[in-house]
């Protein structure tokens, strides 16, 4: 509650400002910080399972986040607290349905690497495609740590916290999965 | 070409190349801001019945452009009966269900969980499932098994209005209450013709009703049962999990609004006025608030 602080008229420049000033009611900078995570969060939530309804969890997620940002830990960092409600309301979603959450993305046309011949190119889009797959198949534990790690580059500090799971399982589901794509890439190549 | 490193390297590789659709990041920021700035006019329910009559008790605010299906025309089941809870309540949770189409896009989401609630209810099965009714200052507890929490945003309650709280003490019939602990409120809205007054400060809100009378509020709730304690010599009632929430408009006991998701909530009287403050998540800062409430 001692956050209940007076605004300041400038736009906030970094997420603490931001947050300190969204708590005294300032939806200008909470403006700001949804500007700023929007894209992340949309990207969170297509990627653990949301898919066309990405949007709508995102927006739930921001409204969520404002209405509990008493709860958000100052000392803390405002962008695993966030992704974690984005992974929350994406769980409750998938969860409600009954289905199977699906990782929603889709590969871009690549501009060839330097010295990449078309026929080199196919083949690392043909790559990526089978990776892509492999990872669509992985076991949901695996997957969403995977995701993290690497699709949305997160530290595993930051994907333990997302998923509200301890560092170590972090630790152990990423080198299960990992394992796991080593196999299926391999037998692919075969 | 798998080595360990390689395959991580060729993750973020993927990652990098993974495109997410999402809309500019401005629509968002305005698209939220719309949903948390307080309505001047009662946005559109998501899951409205079908309006053929108004009501004239519940003055609801027309002021700005009202979508078609709004509670600007608060809806009449003849059938409703003015108990709470009873048969019309659930043939009103079926007419939501028709109506269901009309409700936007974003509102579809929360449309399945609220589906599931109303069919919960709506089925002997869900009702055999309220194993106790309690009442308390104004607010009915049903425990049991509830359906499934109800999502989506809060609609406003009939007739919300952002006001001065000079303003509200005017037009209320009851005192308002103030906790010293909060400050003043960021914000204050009086709804439904003065009889429910609610204050604002980031991620908290209080409202306070006459409760002495009727039943203003119903909570579905499941375990952990509400917990009983006091502020000061009166009783109190702990809710310390989400549940939902619905709102019994004074016009009849039949609930326009829908169910709507409510975080943990401490409720207590003082003298006729009911309050209830949520969006504590602990007790002992819960009960600090309302001990200092003036």
């Known amino acids: 509650m001692e956050s209940l602080t007076t605004s300041a008229k400038e736009p906030p420049t970094d997420d603490d400002e931001a947050i300190t ?11 700001v910080l949804v500007t700023r995570y929007s894209a992340l969060a949309h990207r969170t939530a297509a990627m653990l399972g949301a898919a066309d309804e990405a949007e709508d969890v995102v927006q739930e997620a921001f409204v ?40 929603a993305a889709r590969l871009t046309e690549t501009v060839p690497a330097q010295g990449e011949g078309p026929e080199e190119a196919a083949a690392a ?43 170590g399982t972090v630790k152990s589901r990423t080198s299960r999965g990992l394992a796991r794509l080593r196999e299926e890439v391999a037998r692919d190549l075969t | 070409m798998t080595s ?29 801001r719309t949903r948390l700035e307080p309505p001047l006019a009662p946005e559109t329910p998501a899951l409205e019945t079908p309006a053929p009559a108004t009501t004239p008790e519940t003055p609801t605010p ?32 079926w007419g939501a269900l028709r109506a269901g189409g009309r409700a936007r896009r974003r509102a579809a989401v929360a449309a399945v969980a609220i589906l599931a609630a109303l069919l919960l209810g709506a089925t002997p099965a869900g009702r055999a499932a309220v194993a106790e009714i309690l009442r308390f200052a104004g607010v009915e507890f049903r425990t049991g098994a509830p359906g499934p929490l109800p999502s989506g945003v809060p609609q406003p309650l009939p007739g919300e209005r952002r006001v001065t709280l000079e303003q509200a003490r005017e037009q209320v019939a009851f005192p308002i209450s103030l906790p010293a602990a909060l400050g003043d409120p960021t914000e204050v809205r009086v709804s439904d013709g003065g009889r429910v007054v609610s204050l604002f400060w980031p991620g908290l809100r ?29 009783t109190a009632q702990w809710i310390p999990v989400h549940h939902g929430l619905t709102y019994l408009p004074r016009s009849g006991g ?25 969006g504590v998540g602990e007790l002992s800062r819960a009960l600090e608030i309302a001990r200092s409430v003036r």
């Open chain 1, 21 to 31: 000033r969204s708590l005294a009611g300032d939806l200008d900078a909470y403006e």
């Open chain 1, 125 to 167: 889009a043909d790559q990526r495609a089978r990776l892509l797959d492999a990872v669509r198949t992985l076991p949901e534990r695996e997957r969403e740590t995977v995701v993290c790690r690497y699709f949305l580059q997160l530290s595993e500090a930051e994907t333990a916290q997302v998923l509200d799971l301890p560092v």
């Open chain 2, 62 to 93: 027309e002021t700005t452009a009202p979508v078609p299906g709004t509670p600007a025309s608060g809806t009449r089941v003849p059938e409703a009966p003015a108990v709470p809870g009873g048969p019309g309540a659930l043939r009103r949770g």
């Open chain 1, 64 to 103: 969520k986040a404002y209405r509990h940002l008493v709860s958000f830990r100052r000392d803390a960092h405002f962008r695993p607290w966030l992704l974690r409600i984005v992974a929350n309301e994406t769980h409750n979603l998938t969860r409600s349905r009954g289905r199977r959450d699906r990782l």
């Open chain 2, 4 to 32: 360990p490193d390689d395959l991580e390297v060729q993750l973020l590789a993927l990652g990098r190349s993974l495109d997410v659709p999402s809309p500019p990041p401005a629509d968002v920021a305005r698209a939220v």
């Open chain 2, 254 to 278: 039949q609930a326009v609004i829908r169910p709507r998701p409510a975080g943990p909530t401490l409720i207590w009287q003082r003298e006729r006025v009911g309050l209830r403050l949520e």
């Open chain 2, 206 to 234: 209080l409202d306070e009703y006459d409760g002495s009378l009727h039943l203003v509020f119903r909570k579905e709730l499941g375990p952990p049962w509400p917990q009983e304690t006091g502020v000061g010599a009166a």
